[in-house]
């Protein structure tokens, strides 16, 4: 079938194409080209780059390291808070249809109307302390004999 002297052909690998290279080619610059290229863009903000804390906290003095002293009737006033909504709710309660609060040279006055025992005409409460709490305590508790006594 074959002739004698016929030899199966070898297959030939696909021959890789050929590059030029410049004689002024050097690799060691080549991947310092290729690593600007790859180095990632900078992400640009509309904002300020946030502030890093001061390392050195400053402290205010207090008064008393100056020898100034905090007067009596202040102290009072910013140790005790008054609860107004608790004040209103009791006003309410009672029926009252006046309350009037007034600083005077004593302190504080405090006023407060409310119908009476019968339907005749209103009592009146009225207290004058030296802070505004101490006042609205003693109305609270004609306010609360009052309704006892009702």
């Known amino acids: 079938m074959f002739p004698q002297n016929f030899q199966p ?3 030939v ?4 194409p050929v590059f030029f290279v410049p004689t002024n080619f050097h690799p060691h610059m080549q991947s310092k080209v290729q690593a600007q290229a790859v180095a990632p863009r900078p992400v640009i903000r509309a904002q300020a780059p946030e502030e890093k ?4 906290a400053i402290a205010m003095p207090l008064p008393e390291q100056f020898g100034i002293q905090k007067h009596a009737a202040v102290a009072k006033v910013e140790a005790r808070e ?3 909504a608790l004040v209103h709710r009791k006003l309410q309660g009672a029926g009252s249809v006046c309350f009037q ?8 006055r405090i006023v407060c ?9 209103l009592q009146r409460f009225e207290a004058t ?3 505004q709490g101490q006042a609205v305590d003693i109305i609270m508790a004609h306010l609360d004999q009052l ?3 009702r």
């Not at 804390?53 to 050195?56: I, V, Y």
């Not at 109307?113 to 005409?121: A, D, I, R």
């Open 9 to 11: 052909q070898q297959r």
């Open 113 to 121: 109307m409310v119908p009476g025992k019968t339907s005749g005409p």
């Open 13 to 16: 690998a696909a021959q890789q």
């Open 101 to 108: 609060t007034e600083k005077v040279a004593q302190g504080y």
């Open 129 to 131: 302390a030296a802070d």
């Open 147 to 149: 309704q006892q006594t």
């Open 82 to 84: 008054i609860d107004w």
């Open 53 to 56: 804390p001061a390392s050195a």
